[in-house]
Structures are given as C-alpha cells and as structure tokens.
C-alpha cells in the first residue's frame, strides 16, 4: 500500500501557479496519494501563521511562490525543523532569467494575474471558444485563432477550452459521415485548420464508455467498428485533400494535443507574416 503524504501549496496570489505546477510533478507518480493543502493570497504574518500551524500539524512537502522574504523564512524554518523539503517553485526560472536578460524582477504578489490586456485577451479567447463549439456560430469562424475538426468523441472540446486559457480563439467543428460541413470553413485564410483523427479500437472503446454512462443500449452506427473505420478514413481523406495539419490523438493527453496546436499555430502565423 502506497504511502499517503502531506503536500502543502502555499501563494500570495490565487495559487494557480503552483497548483498547476504541483500535478504536472505528481502525473509522474501515478501510484503515490497525498493529501492536498492550498493556502492562498497568504500575504501576512498573520496568515502565515495559521499555515505554519498546519504544516506542524501534518508536516509535508512545502511548494510555494511566496514573494516576501520574511514570510519565506517562517516557511522554510517550519520545514527545516521538520525536515521536510521547502520548495520555491519559480525562484530558480526568475533566478535564470533575471541573470540573463540582466534585469532584477519586481517582487509583487500575484503579478501574473494582474487585469492587463492578456487578461482580456484570455477571457475573449474563452468567450469566443464557448459559443463556436460542436460546429455552432460558423458565420464567423474567420475570427476564430484555431478551428479543430474531427469525427466524434476526439476530444475537440476539451482542447479547445485548454486553448482558449492560453488566449487562443478556437472553434470546433464535427465532422459526420454523410454530413456536409459548414462552407466557411473551406475559404477560411487567416485560422489555422487542424484535423484530428483516432485509432478505430480506441475510439470504440470511447463511444462505448460514452454511451454506457449515458445508459444507452441500443447498437447504432456509433458503435459499430466498421462504420468506424469509414468514419475516421473519410476524415483522413478530407483533412489530406485539404492540405490541413493533421494530429493523431490515440495516445496523447489533451496537454500534449494542445502543445502540439500551439507549435502548429506558431508556424501558421509565421507563414502569414512572409506572405503579406
């Protein structure tokens, strides 16, 4: 039986950050529990009092982004007397990159989520991306930054939505056997248009769950692999006729697919700019 442990995240700002930083460390432990504490906009003696109380009670690892220095000793000194690791999750990159650009960084608390035009930015990404999903809104998808197509249950939605946080517009659009897709997407010029596609095994298996979860019994074309296999190769065909980057999603995570758009959206962009 694996051992359970404390991991306390502590923040002078929303805690996001070290949040986010905290899972991606523990995917790679997948057979590891802990227990979670999330301390957030601690920016007084008195708050990191109560935190430092917490972790004497259940001493664990230590992860924050603390900007003040006093209240960065009274975490560190809990820890060292429990020795339990302290660490400063983005002191070593803003160490690197102070040095390097030879400019010191300001210490304010939560400047990364300061109402600054990428804010907005981000927030009309997120609006745009919800009212253009599953093939909705296609009037306008020429305003869109990224449009995703494919067959369903190849996780376009969820990727979209990672997409939109990053400030990246994004549309999805279905594509059903038998079912004209939408004209604007074909005269789009400035989106990047990516297929997606799936292995035929996998995303039975997927359908499958789906309609479980949904109670539903009947056998449709939905669940029947040789409809499949037509489904998904129609798609290639059309992604290919198209000249549309294509992503394989069988054995990625929504991450890596959004990593994988980005560095497509990167090169698109970049092609536009040569042509105008």
Known sequence: ???????????????????????????????????????????TKGQMERVVKEISDNPGIVMYTIIDHNLQEMLE????????????????????????????????PGRQHELDEDYFERVEAVNYTIAHDDGASTDDLEDADVVLVGVSRTSKTPTCVYLSYRG???ANVPFVL????????????????????ISPDRLLSIRKSRLLSLNEERQTDYVDMEAIKQEILEARKLFNKQKWP??????????ETTAMVVQLLKKHREKLRELD
């Open 178 to 197: 038998h079912c004209p897709l939408p004209d604007t997407l074909f005269d789009l010029k400035k989106p990047l248009v990516v297929g997606l596609v």
């Open 168 to 170: 990246i517009a994004t």
């Open 77 to 108: 000194k809990v820890c060292h007397k429990y020795s339990v690791p302290c660490v400063p999750v983005l002191a070593r990159a803003t160490k690197a990159l102070s040095n390097y650009i030879g400019i010191k960084a300001k210490a304010i």
């Open 246 to 255: 294509v992503i394989d999603v069988t054995r990625k995570s929504i991450e």
């Open 1 to 43: 039986m694996s051992k359970i442990f404390h991991l306390h995240l502590v923040s002078d700002s929303t805690g996001e950050t070290v949040s986010s930083i905290a899972r991606s460390v523990m995917s790679q432990f997948e057979d590891t529990k802990y227990e979670e504490h999330i301390w957030s906009l601690v920016r």
